[in-house]
C-alpha cells in the first residue's frame, strides 16, 4: 500500500527556533511536495522536489528551505520559526513527470503550533 | 483572484437529502479536474476525478462546464459519513502543480 510517512504529526516550538519537519515515502517516486494548509486558503505549495538534491520554489518558499538527499525522504526546514507559520504541513509525493490528481498521495500531515 | 475558488458553506443537509456545489477555475488552459474529501484534521484523498463528459461513482455526480470555467460535484441520499471538506482540485497542463481550492464544508445530520 502506498505510504507518505510524516515523523512528527504536533509539535509546539518557540518563536526563533530551527524546525525540521521530515517526510519519507515508500513507493519510489521522482517527486516530493511540501504544502501548507490554513483555513480559508487552501493547500499552497512550499517547495516541491523532482530528482534527489533538486529542488524548486512553489507559490510560498519565504521563510523555508528544504533538503532532498535520498530519493525517499524530503525535509522541510523552517530557519527561525516565527508564530506566522503556524498551520497544518502536508507532504505529498508523485511518480509522474507532472503532478497529477490521480498519483498524487498525501501524509497525514504535521500540525504545527509556533508560541 | 485565486486561482479555484469554492463557496466554503457549510452547507448543512439532512441525512437523504441530495447536494450540490461548484468550483470556479480561472486559468482557461486547466487540463484536468478532480474533487477531494478531506475529514477533519486528515489528510486529502481523492474522491474522483472530473470527466468532459460527466461521471459518476455511486451516489456522486461530478461535471465540468469548460466554457463557464466550473466544476460541480452532487451527493444523492447524503449519508453522515458524507460530512466533509470536499476540496477542489486544478492541474495545468504544463506545469508541475496542482491548484487548490479552499474547499466546501458538508455536514449531514441525523
Known amino acids: 500500500d502506498v505510504k507518505v510517512t510524516q515523523s512528527s504529526r504536533y509539535l509546539v516550538k518557540r518563536t526563533g527556533e530551527k524546525v525540521f519537519l521530515e517526510c519519507v515515502q515508500d513507493m519510489d517516486h521522482e517527486n516530493m511536495f511540501w504544502y501548507r494548509q490554513d483555513p480559508g486558503l487552501g493547500l499552497r505549495l512550499i517547495y516541491f522536489s523532482y530528482d534527489v538534491k533538486m529542488k524548486e520554489k512553489g507559490d510560498i518558499p519565504e521563510g523555508y528551505s528544504v533538503s532532498r538527499e535520498k530519493k525517499e525522504r524530503f525535509s522541510l526546514i523552517l530557519e527561525s520559526a516565527s508564530t506566522n507559520q503556524t498551520s497544518m504541513y502536508l507532504c505529498?509525493?508523485?511518480?509522474?513527470?507532472?503532478?497529477?490528481?490521480?498519483?498524487?498521495?498525501f501524509g497525514e500531515g504535521s500540525w504545527l503550533t509556533v508560541v | 483572484r485565486k486561482e479555484v475558488e469554492q463557496d466554503p458553506g457549510p452547507f448543512n443537509v439532512p441525512e437523504g437529502a441530495t447536494v450540490a456545489f461548484n468550483c470556479t477555475y480561472s486559468?482557461?488552459?486547466?487540463?484536468?479536474f478532480f474533487w477531494y474529501r478531506q475529514d477533519c484534521r486528515k489528510e486529502p484523498k481523492l474522491l474522483m476525478s472530473?470527466?468532459?463528459s460527466g461521471n459518476e461513482d455511486g451516489r456522486f455526480t461530478a461535471q465540468l462546464n469548460r466554457a463557464s470555467q466550473y466544476i460541480s460535484l452532487l451527493i444523492r441520499d447524503s449519508k453522515l459519513s458524507d460530512s466533509a471538506t470536499y476540496l477542489c482540485?486544478?492541474?495545468?497542463?504544463?506545469?508541475?502543480?496542482?491548484?487548490f481550492g479552499a474547499g466546501t464544508t458538508v455536514t449531514v445530520r441525523a
Open positions: 472530473v470527466y468532459s
Open positions: 482540485v486544478v492541474a495545468f497542463s504544463n506545469d508541475y502543480k496542482l491548484s
Open positions: 505529498a509525493s508523485s511518480p509522474a513527470d507532472r503532478a497529477d490528481g490521480n498519483t498524487i498521495y
Open positions: 486559468n482557461s488552459a486547466s487540463q484536468s
